[in-house]
């Protein structure tokens, strides 16, 4: 039998995630013997121990590219070893706060953000672009071999280079990465014909939010600023797909105060996305989105009437988010039929369901869905993970004609999730001005 010794450290990391996977699958069978928050509490931290082990393969790879060598980092005129020590040192702090950022959900998280966690995330996003271009550096050295006649450098030289090149891009990315996302919101107004739409409802304003992450990285000062600028635009209605929070309420509670201040004539609704399910705290996040007067949709749709006073109205739907079928959470989970149970194929339906891939499943039971609104995505946050974001959602950003007279709009998010970087994407308050279509 072959024995964990002798299989390749690569080997063995797999073998734990996979193990730990494993783990994830089988702890979601004993919810007859624990209760739901100890399990989804389990599933937490099973989940850190699963990205942390698929990222210690990626740490590998950094370290064998980074300190291979005392002299490859070394351009300085000064003491090799000391020089080479004091770089291995950068390098193992940066992994280890790397690593460190995800476990900052389970203890830093407060009104506004830890130090240590934005320092954390912010290596963390450093990571992705470093492990990237290593990457791509990599892929350019093998396929330089296979042309005939060209000269490659010597070795150490072209080791030094490409290790200067991809610091240099992890740089740039990261200081325009951590510009972008210290920006306020765009604002996007786009114009939106609704099927069925009642002509008194002609350009209502609705403002759609999204994915504003309240947790770590995302604290009151930046939600201060959101509720500023949808106030300012003075709306019929907000509506809040999901993500809104990382963590408890007892953690978020002054944090989440500014919502408070939210104005709309007919309304501010809520529904659930994958990371309010990761809370835990799902039934105390409805209770205290009530008490800041937002309507959570639990599968469920309220009828928006005419402020022009007459007896016009159109469906308003909200879909719990499909995840929280993968979590067994009781009680939840995407109902479509249930959610609108009382909204007829002759009524214009606005629904809100958190993914991309919740809209495809919605049209595809119900393609008389006027309007779908999604998040999720984020845009892609960062490159290079929008290229996963991109090719993982039916819907990606952006308004999507998805029927003969249906239309799905995503937003890229409001602030952002964990990673305090925008590259690639904008942060988006997205001013909804319907038409009757």
């Given amino acids: 039998m072959l024995s ?8 063995r990391v797999s073998l734990a995630a996979a193990a730990v996977l494993c783990s994830m699958v089988i702890s979601r069978s004993l919810r007859d013997y624990f209760d739901q928050p100890t399990l989804v509490k389990l599933f937490r931290v099973q989940f850190l121990l699963f990205v942390n082990c698929l990222m210690s393969i990626g740490s590998r790879y950094i370290w064998k590219r980074t300190v291979s060598n005392p002299q490859t980092f070394c351009p300085l005129p000064c003491n090799a070893s000391k020089c080479f020590t004091a770089w291995k040192i950068t390098v193992s702090l940066f992994l280890f706060l790397a690593h460190s950022s995800f476990f900052t959900l389970l203890a830093l998280v407060s009104e506004e953000p830890h130090i240590f966690s934005l320092v954390s995330y912010t290596c963390l996003g450093m990571y992705i672009f470093l492990i990237f271009s290593l990457l791509v550096l990599g892929l350019l050295e093998q396929a330089q071999k296979l042309v005939p006649f060209s000269r490659a450098a010597p070795s150490h030289n072209r080791h030094v280079l490409k290790l200067l090149l991809a610091l240099l891009f992890t740089v740039t990315c ?7 996302a210290s920006q306020p919101p765009l604002i996007k107004q786009v114009e939106i014909p609704v ?12 403002v759609l939010l999204a994915d504003i992450h309240l947790g770590p990285t995302v604290g009151r000062t930046k939600l201060e600023m959101v509720v500023k600028m949808v106030n300012e635009l003075n709306p019929d209605i907000i509506v809040i797909v999901g993500d809104l929070t990382d963590s408890q309420v007892v953690n978020l509670r002054k944090a989440t105060e500014p919502l408070r201040q939210l104005m709309p004539k007919l309304g501010t609704y809520f529904v659930t996305g994958n990371h309010d399910y990761y809370s835990v705290d799902v039934t105390n996040w409805f209770k205290h989105l009530q ?11 309220v009828k928006i009437y005419s402020p022009s006073g007459n007896k016009d109205w159109f469906c308003l739907a909200g879909v719990d988010d499909i995840e929280a079928e993968m979590l067994r959470y009781p009680g939840h989970g995407m109902d479509l039929k249930k959610a609108l149970d009382g909204c007829s194929t002759k ?8 993914q991309p891939r919740a809209a495809k499943r919605a049209l595809q039971s119900r393609p008389d869905i006027s309007l779908i609104l999604s998040g999720h995505t984020h845009g892609g946050q960062i490159f290079p993970l929008a290229i996963a974001a991109y090719f993982l959602n039916p819907y990606f950003e952006g308004l999507y004609k ?3 007279n249906s239309l799905v709009y995503v937003t890229p998010g409001t602030i952002y999730y964990g990673i305090p970087m925008r590259l690639g994407s904008r942060a988006e308050i997205t001013e909804i001005i319907l038409k009757t279509g």
């Fill in 402 to 404: 998805a029927g003969e």
């Fill in 174 to 180: 990261t200081v325009l990465g951590l510009h972008n």
């Fill in 291 to 301: 008490m800041l007067k937002i309507r959570p949709l639990h599968n469920e749709h």
């Fill in 195 to 206: 099927h069925k739409l009642p002509q008194s409802f002609h350009n209502l304003r609705m």
């Fill in 347 to 354: 009524d214009a339906v606005v629904l809100l369901a958190h």
């Fill in 4 to 11: 964990l010794g002798r299989l390749s450290w690569e080997v």
